[in-house]
């Protein structure tokens, strides 16, 4: 038996909804075999049987509440070195934690959880989209817990007996709604704070996928290739602790030691900073609340223009500096489209998490009012650009297409929910509503060198536009990169754009 003077890091283990301290039996009887001092957390309310302490009624337990408990497990660590584990759900009350016991974490591992920004609302991290139904309508609700048939709805039950499910149910307890949602309010004191990621690739996330997002240069996952971030695998599902418990323990072991897998920085420009492949004129423009128009040289008036409504990708961090209307990219196309005698116009929709679908597509509806309304715009002749995971935003237009909307067209575009996609509404579904469209011109420009996990979306997509015949008019680049417009300025992309932009505004000027 060792000595608490011989232990020199405590691990506080929490996971995810319903379920609680019990769930890491084996994963700390062998850390503590390796001498390590072991927390595992029941916050109050669920699994394992936790009543709300304190006096706090069961409809008052909050994400505060919770943060309130890993406070106190890190206050009651007697090891110098204090290693943090939130895996799914528990990441929020980790990090709420951590950044106020900051002098006392020295590393925070994200078990194959999401990672939450200032902001954010833990149920943007649900998968079960029933679940955001009934919390947003009612926020106070109890989410029951699953059944052990129900898991699955919850993150991939690769690697898990019956037993185990019947397991977990019986360690589960329902979740108070207020925990998933009250927003995580996050002050970067966190900055200096080592982390590593557990991956189980099961889930469908994988380092090398997490590289690819590194190297596309978008801001929101460049701090993953910062030295201290370490990268790890499981080949298991979504809850390693019952179905690898003893490799799960070697993991963070290691993790604690600094070991893992660094990914390489992006090392070019970022992505927000890239020049648009094509020198444009510059257009007069105005901002309106979330909408940017760009406008045809008034010298040329005929009445009324007809306009394109360029919808960014996503998801995306708040606050991005510079705005994602002043990115090169969305400026460049807008530029390029009213050079081309059109009104170019960017939306700032508020894509922030992958649960937010109904929410950017309330606001590129509103967009699409404000442009339609405006008298510089023909009402009658819209059209409407979207661009890597603005591409589900397109359902509702091939769903129940107006007469007004001429043609949509799609860069690159993410067209089913990926690996890791938590909580999308169902109803954003191209592939799925495109018999609904009738002959609305689609114009896709699809990526010879795209992501095999897009790539695979846009397939299922152009073999439904086969299936129900479709208006689908094809722009294949083949040697280039998604993003390609920023990426790939070669005399094969910009030939792409401009052939892409000739056939929308044949659809509009038809």
């Excluded at 409407?384 to 007469?403: I, N």
């Excluded at 010879?448 to 299936?467: H, K, Q, R, S």
Aim: hydrophobic fraction near 45%.
């Amino acid at each position: 038996m060792r000595s608490d003077q011989e232990i020199r890091t405590a691990f506080i283990l929490a996971s995810g909804p319903f379920t609680g301290g019990l769930l890491w039996d084996r994963v700390g009887e062998k850390l503590r075999e390796a001498g390590a001092e072991v927390h595992a957390a029941t916050l109050t309310g669920t699994g394992g049987g936790a009543a709300p302490a304190g006096g706090v009624d069961e409809g008052e337990v909050e994400l505060e509440t919770h943060i309130a408990d890993v406070v106190r497990l890190i206050d009651a660590v007697t090891a110098p070195t204090v290693v943090l584990v939130g895996h799914d759900y528990a990441i929020h009350p980790v990090l709420g934690a951590a950044q106020r016991r900051v002098e006392r974490v020295t590393r925070i591992v994200y078990l194959d959880s999401g990672l939450p920004q200032d902001g954010d609302l833990p149920l943007a991290l649900v998968p079960d989209t029933d679940v955001h139904t009934l919390l947003r309508e009612r926020p106070d609700a109890t989410v029951p817990a699953p059944a052990p048939d129900q898991w699955q709805r919850w993150g991939n039950t690769t690697g898990l007996s019956p037993a185990d499910l019947e397991q977990l149910s019986s360690l589960a307890a329902p979740q108070p709604g207020r925990t998933l949602t009250e927003p995580l309010r996050l002050t970067g004191a966190l900055r200096s704070v080592p982390t590593s990621g557990v991956l189980c690739t099961a889930s469908g996330l994988t380092i090398e996928a997490v590289q690819q997002l590194v190297t596309s240069g978008m801001p929101q996952f460049q701090a993953l290739a910062e030295p201290g971030v370490g990268f790890f695998e499981l080949a298991t599902g979504h809850w390693p602790m019952l179905s690898c418990p003893d490799e799960l323990a070697a993991t963070l072991l290691r993790a604690a030691a600094g070991e893992g897998h660094r990914l390489t920085p992006a090392n070019n420009t970022p992505f927000q900073e890239r020049p648009f492949l094509l020198d444009v004129p510059v257009a007069a423009r105005e901002r309106t609340g979330r909408l940017d128009l760009h406008l045809p040289d008034p010298a040329d008036d005929g009445g009324p223009r007809p306009a394109i409504l360029f919808v960014h990708g996503g998801p995306l961090p708040r606050d991005l500096v510079p705005d994602l209307r002043d990115w090169p990219l969305y400026v460049g196309h807008a530029r390029l489209a009213a050079s081309r005698g059109v009104v170019g116009a960017v939306v700032a929709h508020r894509l922030h998490a992958t649960s937010d679908y109904p929410t950017a597509a309330a606001d590129v509806a509103e967009a699409l009012r404000v442009l339609r309304a405006d008298p510089r715009v023909d009402a009658d002749r819209i059209a409407l650009w979207v661009f890597s995971g603005g591409g589900l935003l397109l359902s509702d237009h091939l769903a129940a297409p107006q007469p007004w909307l001429r043609c949509v067209a799609a860069n690159y575009p993410v067209l089913a929910p990926l690996a890791g996609w938590l909580g999308v509404d169902p109803r954003f579904a191209p592939a799925a509503v495109l018999p609904k469209a009738g002959r609305l011109p689609i114009v896709l420009t699809r990526v010879g060198l795209e992501a095999p996990d897009i790539a695979a979306t846009v397939a299922a997509f152009v073999a439904a536009a086969d299936e129900c015949g479709a208006a689908l008019e094809l722009v294949d680049v083949p040697h280039a990169l998604h993003g390609f417009d920023v990426h790939d300025p070669t005399d094969e992309t910009r030939e792409a754009v401009q052939r892409a932009l000739s056939a929308v505004l044949t659809h509009l000027h038809a």
